[in-house]
Every structure is written in C-alpha cells, then in structure tokens.
C-alpha cells in the first residue's frame, strides 16, 4: 500500500480539536527527520491544553528535531504569545517546517500573522477531518469550517487527511464512514484527499479498501490524566 509523501518544504495541519491533528504533526516531524536534517515543529495551538504536539517535545527533540511552541504555553500565564522563532523557520529555505495549528477559526487566524512568510510553491495546508468531532460529522458543517480556516489564516487548504477515529475502539467501518465524507468534501471543493491515516497496527485492515496513500501513526501523545 502507498505511504504518503511530504514533498513541500512547509507543512501545516489543522482541524477541529480533537480530530489527531497534533499527532499527526508529530509523527511527519519523525517521519522528515529520517530524510532531513534540518526539521522544526511549530506548535501553534495557544487555546487547547490536550493533545498538543508541544507534550512530545523531549521525543522531538531526542531525535535532533527543533519544538516550537507559543512563549507561556502550558503554563498558568492566560496569554500565551508566539513568538519570532516561527519566522526565522519559516525563511530558512533549507528546513523542513511542521505547523500544528490552533483547531478554531482562532487558531488560523494566528497562522495568518505568518501567511506573507508563506511562498505559495512552498507549503502544504491539510485539512484533518475526524468525522467523530462535532462540526465535521456532514458536509455542511465541514464545508462551513474549511472556509473559515481559509479565511482567517489566507492561505488555501491542499489535501484532506482522512483521520476518523474513536480511540482505542476504532474499526475499519469507522474509518470508511469518514472517508465517505472526505470524498463528498473532496468532489464540493476540489481539494483532493491526500491521505488517510490509521494507528500502527490497522494497516492491513486497510488493505484493497482504499486508492490513495496511507499514513501510518505511532501513538505519541497521551491525555495529563
């Protein structure tokens, strides 16, 4: 089965909360770092306190690869900032960049600050549809967040990341059942489907179910609790 292939310089994902957004940003951090020197992960998401990328800093940064994450964050401080370390990743044409961006219409808006430091040949914007999270469970709703994404950080979204999931309870129907709606998404809007994306371990469930790449996750992020 065909695994997916990164080939932009800058690669920013986002979605609803919850929908595997940060792991996935992780496991393509890992996954460039085996091709690449020079990688950096962004975490750009200043609002949810779970299953941000920033907790698998110490993993990251073991393998060489740089974490970047909002001044304050994970702390007390109610503000967090983000700082210019994003910019100076953003204009090394030699590095290899990891978005992980805020999972609102609040987030994008942070990643717009940073959307003129974005050559339109040089990036990758994907949409991460979970259809188990709230406002991404039609097409309606789905297509009312993409455009608000857009919208607010200006720049297009590129591929859809096929990532229904219920946890340790997911079945290959579940993952069908999202995949069903990816593709509505995809003949609406023309964004194509990049990828769908399944836990280690249910690759083979997989197999002859699907025409496009497969993206392989290793669990890296655990819940505080």
């Known amino acids: 089965m065909e695994k997916a292939v990164f080939k932009k310089r800058i690669n920013i994902f986002c979605g609803h909360y919850g929908s595997g957004k940060s792991e996935i940003s992780v496991n393509t951090a890992f996954l460039l770092k085996e091709i690449f020197d020079d990688v950096v992960l ?3 998401d200043i609002v949810n306190p779970y299953f941000r990328s920033f907790d698998a800093k110490i993993a990251l940064e073991s393998r060489g690869i740089k974490v970047v994450a909002p001044m304050f964050a994970n702390t007390n401080v109610d503000i967090p900032v983000v700082g210019p370390e994003i910019s100076v990743a953003l204009k090394h ?3 290899r960049v990891v978005l992980d961006v805020g999972g609102d219409e609040d987030g994008a808006t942070i990643l717009g600050r940073f959307c ?3 050559s339109q040949n040089e990036y990758d914007m994907f949409f991460v549809l979970n259809r188990a999270r709230p406002m991404t469970i039609n097409p309606e709703e789905t297509l009312t967040y993409i455009y608000e994404i857009e919208a607010a950080s200006r720049l297009k979204i590129t591929g859809i990341i096929n990532n229904t999931h219920y946890l340790e309870e997911t079945t290959a129907d579940d993952i069908m059942y999202g995949l069903e709606l990816s593709r509505e998404i995809e003949k609406k809007t023309g964004i194509p489907i990049f990828a769908t994306s399944v836990m280690e371990g249910m690759e083979k469930q997989m197999e002859g179910k699907i025409n496009h790449p497969l993206i392989v ?9």
């Not at 996750?217 to 609790?225: E, Q, T």
């Open 217 to 225: 996750l290793r669990k890296n992020l655990l819940l505080p609790f």
């Open 116 to 118: 003129h430091e974005i």
């Open 93 to 95: 044409n030699t590095r």
């Open 42 to 44: 962004a975490d750009m």
